[in-house]
């Protein structure tokens, strides 16, 4: 893998260096991916003052020059799709073959903003209901809100930045994001990227730059939306501190699944299995407690715990590396912790509890209680509660029973069951016969619940970034 | 007319008095209209419980059940439509033909909702746009959030407040409704309507509370939504108090229209001239500003000056009333005070300024200047501004000069002009050769900027009341 | 019942008699129901002359109009209810309950109309996908083709007529509408209703008149729309006669059910113990070909012959009559003869065939063969085949194994067994767990391979009734 | 320009050189093009068949493989836009700026078929409108209706066949396309491009064959849709001969715009003069009547002789050709001796009328009169008819004076006028402020009245190739 050598910022549209860098290590064996340049607030004002100038202008462009652009950016990416996946697989620590995968979603997201920016919805309506409407007709149009602030978090480095920048270029609204401090060299790079691509100046700015920074960005009357992946708490409080901006939320989660009595249980592991342990469970909508019917329990367990134990750490960037270790010791150390918290409390783990620096191996737990972190909190590590149940309605009401609300499946061949699940249970996406983890990326996703606010995908990101005015017109 | 004798509470159901009351006097003439219950605090704990309860049935009603009992509500209200109108007349000091008008559009309010009701939207799509989509396809659906909190301002009593609980109840969400401390009766009486109509305990409740008590409720976990039609410190204040539920607000605004050179003036003045005036301006898109191309402005001053010394006040329930008094004797010294102050600085009256307690005479200003009050503030009186303009840019850029936009108005003929106006114009409702003030109640409505967020207009609201969850399903 | 005394035809608004007439008589017993006028040609060209006059106008109508006159109707029609349901009863031999859900069908069918009047489809989109399209948009939208001729069946004198009345006077189409010869009294009767709801002139108007008249109208070049539901000869040669008209077919067919092993069998007989029998099988989608899985087959075919037994006939006017005869003894006789055909290849009654004049007894055969006429042709008849299978594939292919595509019906609670059926049975009507004969009237509704051509239910039926252009404007 | 020097047959995905062949030669100059197979009914019952066993596996594929290898398709097609321009311009003497036009529009048609594959429509209801559809729900799904014949012709060799192969294609029909008898290489050579982009065998055909075969062709019963571009008289007798299929007409028109007292006269003729010439008017939208309010006429006439006058005919596959000469001698002699009966009539030629060979020269006439071919029927060559109008009303009349009704343009910069237009011209395609000729490729478009019958343009084809199935389920 040809990585490459420097980066850069990108601020509103030029490449720049800066005085101050941070090195960028791979949190398996500490190699040097790169220095990251750090932006200050001179680099957040010339981002601000670019995407203020080109607003006005670029709002207006016809809809094919945004969708070649994107277009374009999708070709370029896939040119270089490896060295993508390799930075994230190194700065990351994310196995090779799911850094590829990410880089390929990008791309598929890119495209389908290119399709979706030709779309642009509306919804005509003749008024005469009454008198007071005859003769006139309105639509509702959407229109740019303006600049977007795209913060972005450490597990998808590339993907779910470009969650934020593609549907913002699409509708018109320039964007600056802001990569995770721990991993910001994939988006820095994707921004040298965008400039080949041709990408005006004013329209995008990627700047690696600390959080107080970006929330004081955030806080600028320039800045019309603000679009946060990351932390319940963080999240949150961006919302109650600017009430009166676009504000969305993809939160966490401590995603569920339940395997009821019904289902095709083989089917049922092939898809959970993975779902528990991928990436280390650093993964918003990661299985984290998985409901089983008591049948099926000792099948289930006896799966996790084989799977378990053929997930050998290796090196991130091995190109068949299927488990590689967490983003830093201290995470490790959090995850382990909450797992002994647990296991003093009664929970009983079924796989050995392992550490070596930042690598964890994979924990399968059981007779987890509510109260305890592993179940109640976000555990975003390779951690899965499995917890076996008496009745369908005991599975439907442990998978609803927790403040969040991202991701939740049900594992059924049964009609009945299928639509009590689609009624009862309280998600922003309902999986039938997949697990929490599934997503392709055009279709709508976020959390209710306190897992976040607002959607995402891209169609739905637009519509996010969009305002709508109703024009209103006599027709005759 | 036969005005009821006693009023109630609506309390989960069930139509309550209590030992406190407040005296309702017509603001023309003191004369009394009725005494209107208090709410305390155990009736908001009452009702929330009730809505509690009655919640998860009521959400999973069949959908022609809930139609039913809206068109139900619609004919009964036809039927008592003199009724009333003649309370709105007297508790808001409205014109009565303007309170009746208020009362139909409250029925197609009702009916609309009753339609939209059986066609709940839901967006479907197949998901394999990849490898890991294959035979999965989704369905975005939406659900009923919860409790509605419906907080109406006293200048529309009744069809305000229907715009909030209409919706609820066709979606499924159980609603609390608070009248205007001003104005409660008309809705405390509409409450015993909604009780011979059918609606079960739970489904709805009518509080006349204080704004305090309110607020209370508004903060229970109980509560989902809070639905604010008001005062622009207020709405914000809700927002920010409460960023993880969902807040529509209908805030004010100083709506203006632009005559421009190519109008048809005429009809142009048809409909500015009671825009400017109708319910002494009371109404949150009345029009404050208009703008005018220079060579029409003699002739549209005149017309205005001539229209405005026809306005009489009379009492409101006179059937032929087409203008009374403020609300409040108070609003009306506000108002005098705020173009005191503008001719202070400058500003011409082209009308007389005249004031006896809470009738203001219809004002017609020119000279004002940005920076006055009556300019760009929401004065909420029978207050105009008449600016003559230059140019058509001129004329666009003085509409757009303000912090609100709900409702913004250009007069022409032009093909060209009318798109730069949609395109250039930033406000919720852009109109074409109509009025400020216009209003069709199926349509989408609602403020931008410092106006308000999200959308009413029956549709409208019911889409903020129901959140999305995405069923995600194999389909081979 | 207090029937009305007089029937008249409704010429272009006026109501009209005519020397010639026809007695229509109850088909159970003979007893007189009412004398039909018959129209000329003079009565065609009368209506369609006051067609063609109001088409300018009426088509330009504000919707409100045409909204509430519709609303009217369904009011009128609600109050006359049990005089509609009377005469159906009557003149088509359909027992009472029936009858009056025939009625409360068009009701809804009515409200529908009005509701979808107001919210009238189009699509916007912007054009700028090449540089050829720049600063463009468009709208397409529908408008109304013209005069519709609306032909409907014995079986439905009411609620098939009214499937093509409202949605066309819903879309601003005049309508003329011919009666079934057999039972034209109930929709001439509703023509008295139309002129009491205030239709102006030339809306629409109902001619009970000869086939051969009716063929001479649909060829008249001021008919835009020709809505035929009828037998599938006479359908598809009226298509072929008018390659330039927009003509739309409800054709017949010989809908089937499977039940699965999977099923719910006594959900499943539930449903389809009446499917095989109401109005003596008189029913387009009346199930007439059931497989069932071979486990299900003894308690199937022991329900039906119990049902069977069960069903006495009585005058069909009985407020409680569950079984009448057929609309004419030469039909009866037609489908005896069927059946007798069957019996003699080998086919197995599982019920005494027994006829008396009109009456058939319900018929439940087994071993019928494909070749046979119960198998093959459009029974319409109180016939059921009931076969087992061997195999969910077997059961799908024998369903999609006819020239006809209606409805067909799996019972299942298996969701893989769901999705192959909808993916692999062609019809335009697929039903999960209720029989054919299904139908809620705002839904779209219409056969595909042989069984017609185009959608009814009235949203469905207004897209069809209008045709689309185009608008194309500059935006900017 | 380095044009291929072979030219197959694509018959079900295999490239085929047949016994017999044509010529085809430059009709500008006699030179040989190439020489091009010729099918037999061999050929047609290999693609039938190869189209019949693909279609269940095809129809079902996943639709990211669709999409793909559209995109693919689209590419292939960008990479080789001269060789397929050069073949445009020498086979149909297209000048070459418009054949590459005309590549380019087909590139964006694919584009645009692989986006909208993706997104299939389908529309969700719930059922509970009655007590009967309690507990159910539907989906309107559509699905493909089988083997697509697509008959294009001359005038767009390529991208008017693409706008039928691509939409068959992503919607999963199989499709045998015929190209125009004098122009068939393009879409010979297209077909080798597909096979190179991976098109599976049976997908598609591509028969260059008799008119007499593609009827028997289109007789087949394997054959579902057929769809015609072609001439008014053919495509009729097709819909006629075929009443049981579906068949899509694009037939011919006598497009007309109308300038308007208020229009903007330099824009109008900007876009008005190419229009009357392009390509020899051998368009089926080509401006072939001109109205003009009387106060702009001398303008608009001394115009069009100007630009006439420059149109000097060239070789078509010069790269600035802008003017050659028609498809063949005798459709110039056509069009020469129907404006010479004009002549002999009263009509005036304003430019002199010149014919040598195929070559016509332009043609501006006025005081032609209706009853004339040049006004009445499709001209399909370099003439338009200049009238003068003395009102609004006869411009928008002389418009809507016509059987066709493909495309009518109005200029104009008034608003009461657009609108007028809009509701009372009708024809497929209403534009403001562009000529006729104007198509952007995804957009709606087909004729009505004489016309055609049906809608093209991606996604309105796919609509078109695809039959709807209601899916009904329980939900509960």
Redesign the interface.
């Known amino acids: 893998m040809n990585l490459p050598g420097e980066f850069y910022l990108s601020v509103g549209g030029s490449l720049e260096t800066t005085n101050q860098s941070m090195e960028i290590r791979c949190p398996y064996d500490g190699r040097l991916v790169g220095r990251a340049p750090v932006a200050g607030i001179q680099h957040v004002n010339q981002a601000l003052q670019a995407a203020e100038e080109i607003f006005p202008v670029f709002s207006?462009w016809?809809?094919?020059r945004r969708?070649s652009l994107l277009e374009k950016t999708a070709l370029l990416l896939e040119n270089e799709e490896h060295i993508f996946a390799g930075l994230i697989a190194l700065e990351a620590a994310k196995p090779y073959p799911l850094a590829l995968t990410e880089v390929?979603?990008a791309i598929?997201g890119l495209r389908?903003a290119a399709?979706e920016c030709?779309?642009?919805p509306?919804?005509?309506?003749?008024?005469?209901?009454?008198?007071?409407?005859?003769?006139?007709e309105?639509?509702?149009?959407r229109?740019p809100r303006g600049i977007v602030l795209a913060i972005s978090p450490f597990n998808f480095p590339l993907n779910l930045a470009v969650h934020k920048i593609a549907p913002a270029l699409a509708v018109g609204c320039p964007v600056i994001a802001k990569p995770a401090s721990v991993t910001p060299l994939t988006l820095l790079h994707f921004g040298r990227l965008m400039v080949k691509a041709g990408w005006p100046p004013g329209t995008f700015s990627i700047l690696n730059m600390p959080s107080s920074l970006a929330e004081q960005c955030a806080g600028d009357p320039r800045v019309a939306v603000i679009s946060f992946t990351g932390s319940e708490l963080v999240g949150?409080q961006l919302?109650?501190k600017f009430?009166?901006k676009k504000v969305i939320l993809e939160l966490g989660g401590n995603a569920g699944a339940f395997i009821s009595s019904s289902a095709d249980v083989e089917e049922a592991l092939r898809s959970c299995l993975p779902a528990a342990f991928n990436y280390c469970g650093q993964v918003c909508i990661h299985l984290q407690r998985l409901f089983v019917a008591r049948e099926h329990f000792p099948k289930v367990a006896d799966a996790f715990v084989e799977y378990a134990s053929r997930l050998t750490p290796t090196p991130p960037d091995h190109p068949d590396c299927s488990y590689s270790c967490m983003i830093s010791e201290s995470e490790a150390i959090r995850v382990e912790t909450w797992v002994q918290e647990a296991l003093t409390e009664g929970a009983i783990a079924l796989t050995p509890l392992r550490r070596q620096g930042p690598v964890l191996s994979p924990v399968v737990l059981t007779k987890v209680r509510k109260g305890q972190k592993v179940m109640d909190e976000e555990a975003f590590g390779p951690v899965v509660c499995l917890e076996p149940v008496e009745s369908f309605c005991e599975g439907l009401h442990r998978l609803n029973d927790t403040r969040f609300g991202l991701q939740a499946a049900l594992f059924?061949?049964?009609?009945?069951e299928?639509?009590?699940f689609?009624?009862k249970v309280?998600?922003?996406?309902?999986?039938?016969?997949?697990a929490p983890g599934?997503?392709?990326?055009?279709?709508?996703?976020?959390g209710?619940k306190?897992s976040g606010w607002g959607?995402e995908g891209i169609r739905y990101a637009m519509r996010s970034y969009t305002?709508?005015?109703?024009?209103?017109?006599?027709?005759?």
């Open positions: 207006e016809p809809l094919h969708a390929r979603r598929l389908t399709a030709l779309r642009p509306a919804e005509w309506m003749r008024l005469d209901w009454n008198t007071v409407g005859e003769n006139m309105g639509i509702l149009h229109f949150w919302k109650e009430p009166r059924t061949n049964n009609l009945n299928m639509n009590t689609f009624r309280r998600a922003g996406n309902l999986l039938i016969n997949r599934f997503r392709v990326d055009p279709m709508p996703y976020g209710i306190q959607l305002e709508e005015r109703f024009c209103i017109k006599p027709f005759q």
